[in-house]
RNA sequence: GCGCCAGUAGCUCAGCUGGAUAGAGCGUCGGCCUCCGGAGCCGAAGGUCCCGCGUUCGAAUCGCGGCUGGCGCACCA
């Protein structure tokens, strides 16, 4: 049992004992930030207040008063300020948590918070028509940051990739391909209005021409652009996978829009939504009423020349993910995709879904930043930075990194010089180093960190302020993972991470380990500190080294 | 015009299911420095939390109104 826990069991009946009723009124018990409020605090005499109609000080004095703790738990517990109640633990319990990280070691700050959830996150789902750029790293920083996250707290978590290999972007994609072996092969031939312009394209029809020989440029147009369709789109597609394997990104499965038809869910979720009473005609045109589920407007399925809106395979496909049994399904969308928010939650609704089932993730922009001024253009993709060109020049720890430490839903700026930095200013160097740091004490000291115990350690010697600092912070882990996972935020983490990091390198400075007095137990709160940056790290998909 | 997101230190941003004196890094200023691995360490200054009203014992946090910025408002994808 925790001392958290021994403390709220026991504040749920001291308030018994002064007659009140403490189990549903959603008290705060944790750590302050601030030594001088002790180990714990709560406000539960402030929210009691109004319950028992007497000042909030009287009532956290009654709670003082009332309270009882094993003995030797506590030092002092005391009302402070306009009413908490601050618990100030013996040292042994403070540093308790100490042999608990040695236990779980890698599994420390796993949980079953969200034990039973069953869910899909699907990201990056670039169409397969050029290279991944710095937006799509961002996403899929945060889809696999979220997807782990999830794991971490006990939930089932798919990583999926969908596909959109059936649309009008295939066509420009093999019309821009097919004119690009075209110039290849000396002829005046143009981009397509809305094809794609970028230098990749030029590569590749030279590959092709190599491979196929120079007779398929003199193929009937038709079937020159039937075939760049499949060869334009395959080696897209190999190049983005190769791309995320890069950068650590490994999914469970990759969805094509193209299944949908050919494995007929397009005409069961169209008969669905209108057994449903949700589709009407108008103008020629099949719509959903998406405004009785919260939408601006009602949206067209079926067009008037009989052709399927981009919203038809979306539906069908969440409703799949839905018939696949997932509890819930995370989309995570570029800005550019935050107005089709409200429509897709409309046709979830529509299908008789819970609101728990659906949510969008939305990721803004990335501008780059390198030499203090906007780095904007790619020589290969002819308009944005790659991901490939990023990873190449920060590595793939540093990218994660970033992208995960600010949340997604706001701007960010990639700093290119900060990210590539070998000192302290560069957070991720800094928590690594931290890692690395405490690793180099048991190289010095000739033996692995697995093999100092807990047992016959004099814990209750760590006293130095910076110590009582890092067991709390240790202590916290488990429950920052557990909001990270929550709010599908994984900055809480990379905050986490340097927090830590900071008191290690504070630590590290000020105190020695090796030949002092205190070695047993500075070794066993090295090892644990160590143990909680690998695990931080590890959640976020990013390497922790013994040394830099 | 409507909708979504954001507005916190000079800069980049945390903090937001309401809690104590609003934090971190960078930058600035001052001091120190050969230690288990670093261009390191210590300290200081710096804020109308966009504005106003409201709810509350208590608001950066919740509600309403406004201002500013980003994005979105197709029978496009």
Redesign the pocket.
């Known amino acids: 049992m925790t001392p958290h826990a021994v403390v709220r069991a026991a504040l749920l009946e001291a308030a018994r004992a002064i007659g009140a009723l403490a189990d549903d009124v959603?008290f705060?018990l944790g750590p302050?930030?601030?030594p001088?409020?002790?180990d714990l605090?709560t406000?539960l005499a402030?929210?009691l207040?109004?319950q028992l109609g007497r000042p909030?000080r009287a009532v956290a004095a009654a709670l003082r008063d009332a309270l009882q703790l094993p003995p030797g738990f506590a030092r002092k517990v005391e009302v402070?300020?306009?009413?908490?109640l601050?618990v100030f633990l013996e040292g042994e319990q403070v540093a308790a948590v100490l042999p608990e990280v040695l236990a779980r070691g890698a599994a420390f700050g796993r949980s079953d918070a969200a034990r039973g959830q069953r869910v899909n996150v699907e990201f990056v789902s670039a169409?397969p028509t050029g290279p991944l750029h710095v937006g799509h790293g961002r996403g899929a920083a945060l889809g696999d940051a979220i997807a782990s996250l999830l794991q971490w707290t006990g939930a089932e978590a798919v990583r999926e990739f969908y596909v959109?290999d059936a649309?009008?972007?295939i066509d420009r994609l093999a019309q821009s391909l097919w004119a690009r072996i075209q110039q290849a092969a000396g002829r005046d031939a143009a981009i397509p209005e809305g094809g794609y312009q970028g230098a990749y394209l030029q590569e590749l029809a030279a590959r092709v021409l190599q491979a196929e020989g120079r007779g398929f440029a003199d193929l009937p147009p038709d079937e020159g652009v039937r075939r760049c369709r499949t060869i334009g789109m395959l080696s897209q597609r190999e190049e983005q996978d190769d791309d995320l394997r890069a950068f650590g990104v490994r999914y469970d499965v990759v969805s094509a829009e193209s299944d949908l038809y050919a494995q007929d869910r397009i005409g069961p979720m169209l008969a669905d939504l209108a057994a449903r009473g949700h589709t009407f005609e108008?103008?020629?045109?099949l719509w959903l009423r998406t405004t009785a589920f919260g939408d601006?407007?009602d949206?067209?399925l079926r067009?008037?020349?009989g052709?399927?809106?981009?919203?038809v395979p979306d539906i069908a496909y969440h409703r799949d993910k839905h018939e696949r049994g997932f509890t819930r399904a995370i989309d995570v969308w570029g800005?550019?995709?935050?107005?089709?928010?409200?429509r897709m939650r409309a046709a979830m609704r529509a299908l008789g879904y819970g609101d728990e089932f659906f949510h969008a993730e939305?990721v803004?922009?990335v501008r780059v930043m390198r030499g203090g001024q906007e780095v904007r253009f790619s020589k290969r993709s002819g308009e944005f930075v790659t991901l490939r060109d990023l990873i190449d020049e920060t590595g793939v720890d540093a990218a994660r990194y970033f992208f995960l430490?600010?949340?997604g839903?706001?701007?960010?700026?990639f700093?290119i010089d900060l990210a590539t930095s070998?000192?302290?200013?560069n957070?991720v160097f800094y928590v690594q180093?931290a890692h690395?740091?405490l690793s180099?004490?048991f190289?010095?000291?000739g033996r692995a960190a697995e093999t100092v115990a807990a047992a016959g350690a004099d814990l209750a010697a760590l006293t130095q302020p910076e110590e009582t600092e890092m067991l709390k912070q240790i202590r916290a882990f488990p429950d920052v993972v557990a909001?990270a996972a929550a709010t599908l935020?994984p900055?809480?983490v990379t905050?986490f991470l340097?927090g830590l990091a900071?008191l290690v390198?504070?630590?590290?400075?000020?105190?020695?380990?090796?030949g002092e007095p205190e070695e047993q137990p500075r070794l066993v709160l090295a090892r644990a500190a160590r143990q909680v940056l690998a695990n931080g790290l590890a959640v976020l998909g990013i390497r922790a080294p013994?040394?830099?």
């Not at 402070?80 to 908490?84: C, D, E, K, Q, T």
């Not at 108008?282 to 045109?285: L, N």
Request: charged letters at 30%; glycine letters at 10%; zero cysteines.
């Open positions: 959603g705060t302050t930030r601030d001088s409020h002790g605090a406000n402030m929210l207040a109004r909030p402070a300020g306009p009413g908490f601050n169409n959109n649309g009008v972007q108008a103008d020629g045109a601006d407007k949206r067209v067009k008037s020349d052709t399927f809106t981009y919203f800005a550019d995709h935050h107005g089709y928010v409200a939305i803004q922009l430490m600010r949340r839903d706001a701007q960010f700026v700093d070998q000192t302290d200013d957070p180093m690395a740091r180099g004490i190289r010095v000291a909001r935020e900055h809480r905050g340097e900071r390198h504070l630590w590290y400075h000020k105190y020695r380990v090796l013994e040394r830099m």
